[in-house]
Structures are given as structure tokens and as C-alpha cells.
């Protein structure tokens, strides 16, 4: 059984396997050098052979436990024919939404305009270096796709104005996204993947009497969808203010948290496995501080099942050395 997979179904807890979220990414020089190459970032995405060694390049520099997909969350309202461009210094650019064109996709539409992440999937999960070790699939949460489609670029800190204007409208694209979010969770599974984590980046933009509608409802549908195909399911809803709330209703197998909660409180109250927390931040500044940091989370969860990870995607202007340091750092903690 892999690591990831004893501290998950096992709850074992002598061991703390470790991946990085967006592990893939511009920390890496030849990471760099191929997206130079490569302008368009979806069509770098649906490169199946190059989105395949991007996938692979963390694995072939660090011990990590598992390969999470090169893909974007972004690829369902691409899926869905909604304009998705990436630019420079700014980040994702969404083009206009709209309903009529969207509930002319079918599922064949969908499948088809965004084939090739499975078939990269494929190509990865077999790859020896693999062997033992987890392939980890992945898609937006409801809330957070919802946010980007409407918004048309990430919040920052604050929804478009009239973002709820029109609940009817909002409530009808949450059933689409649902609807083909499930679809492509089990094409990933079919492809390969063994696990499969829902990020829900801006769940800490809603108050607390919006959750039970936009996040618990559309997110425990999808948690139920993946555990009927016998995958484990893993949620992050970065910065929402209640994690035992989140567990409590949603019942994912394992839950992420952010960097700012405090892990005292996560071990407390909460019974499932965890993982993540270390604020990346604490890559840029020194080895001593960042083994001190990376010792303190694994002591925190040194009796209960852990997965280690960081609070958020690792940043671009990480040194690399410093995410082989933390690897050894876990992988050496007895
Ligand atoms: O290594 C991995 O984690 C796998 C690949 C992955 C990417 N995006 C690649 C990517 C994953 C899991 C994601 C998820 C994702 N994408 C999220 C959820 C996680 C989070 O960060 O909160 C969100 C919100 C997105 C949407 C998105 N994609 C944004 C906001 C951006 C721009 C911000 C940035 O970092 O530039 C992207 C682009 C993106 N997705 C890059 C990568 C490697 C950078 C592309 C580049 O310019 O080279």
C-alpha cells in the first residue's frame, strides 16, 4: 500500500508522506524553460506529452509521495466553452459567461475538448517513478469555479459588485458545474488517478450563513460522487472559518487546512486525517527556520494520521533547494 494510502485508509500514524501543492510549477528552472517555450498555458495543459514530464519533474528532484496532474482548475468552464486565457503578472482572464452557449454542451463536447489531461493522466499514473506512490487528481470546488466564471478573474479579496444579482441564474450554474465536474472527476479516476482533492480556494470569501448553499450542499454532492468510485477524497476550503463545521457536514477522507489556522486547534477538534498547514512563506526565508517550522507541524501531528503539505501552492520565488530541504526535513523525522 502507498504511504499516502496507509495514513488515509490505515490512519497510520509512524509515517508523514508529503506532496506540495502546485509542486509543478515556476519555483522550477525546467519548468521555466519549457512554459517559455510554451505561451499559452491551456494548450500547454492539453499538451499531453509535455503536461506529462512537467507533472513528473518534482518527483525526479524530490522524495515526494505523490504526482498531482499538471492541469488547471479553470479547464471545466474551458470544457464548458467559456474564453479561459492566463496572462503574464496578472493570472487567469475568463471571457463573458453565457448560460445559452454553456447548456449546449453535452458531455461528449466536454470529454472531448479536454481529452488530453486523461490522456496525460494515463501516461503519468504508469510511469515507474510512480510505483508505490500516488496520482492525484483534482478539480475546482462549485464555489470556487463559480467565483472565477462570474468574476471573470480571480477576487482577490473582493466579489464583482452584484455578484448574487441574480440567484436564479447563480443556482442554475452551480447544477452545470456540478454536473461536469463529475464527469471529469471520473475521467480522472478512469484514467488513473487514485486520489482526487477539490480545491476550494475562495471559500473564506462567503459569510457564514452563505456555506450551507454554496459550499456544503455542491461540495458534499461531489464528496459522495467520488467515494461511491471508491477513491479517497481530499477538501481544502482555504480559510473558512470553521474546519469542524467543514468536516463535520462535508465528510471528506482528509481535510487540508490553510496557513492560518492554527493546527492546535485543528488536532482538538477534528478526528479524520489531515494534512498541510506550513505557510509557504516559510520557504523564502532559511533552512534553520523552515526545518524549526516543518519540525513543529510534525510534532503537533505526531499521533495522528498526517499528510504533509503547505498551507497553499508553493511560491514561484521558492529556491528549490529549499523544498528539498523540507522533504528531507519529513522524510528524516523520527
Ligand atoms: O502542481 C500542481 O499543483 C498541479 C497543477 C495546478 C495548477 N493550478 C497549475 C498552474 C493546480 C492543482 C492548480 C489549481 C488552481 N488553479 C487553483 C486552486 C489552488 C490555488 O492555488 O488556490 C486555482 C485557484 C487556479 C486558478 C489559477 N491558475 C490561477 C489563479 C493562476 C494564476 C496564479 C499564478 O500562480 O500565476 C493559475 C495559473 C497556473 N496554474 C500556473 C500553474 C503552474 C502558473 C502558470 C504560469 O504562468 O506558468
Redesign the pocket.
Known sequence: MSPINKVIINKETTISPIW???????YLPE??EI?KENTD?IK??LNQDLSSVI?LQ?LKRFELDAA???????MLPYGLGQKVE?E?NF??KLGELNINEIIKTDEIDFVEKIYNVYKAIKKVSSDPILNNKNTIG?V?APW?LLV?MINQQ?PKKKLKENFFKDNFLINRILLIIEKFLKIHIKQQIESGANII?I?D??AGLLDEKDLPNYIYTPTLNLVNYVKSLNVPVIC?P?DIKNYKEFCDIVKPDVISIDYNVNPKNIIKNIKIPVQGGLDPKILLTDKETLKKETIKYLEIFKDHPYIFNLG??VL?ETNPEMVKCLVQTVKEYK
Open positions: 506540495i501543492m502546485r509542486q509543478a510549477g515556476r519548468f521555466r512554459r498555458f500547454l495543459c507533472t518534482p498531482i496532474i499538471f492541469s488547471d482548475i479553470l492566463f503574464r493570472g487567469p483534482f475546482g470556487t472565477y480571480s482533492q480545491f480556494s475562495w481544502f482555504r497553499h501552492g514561484p
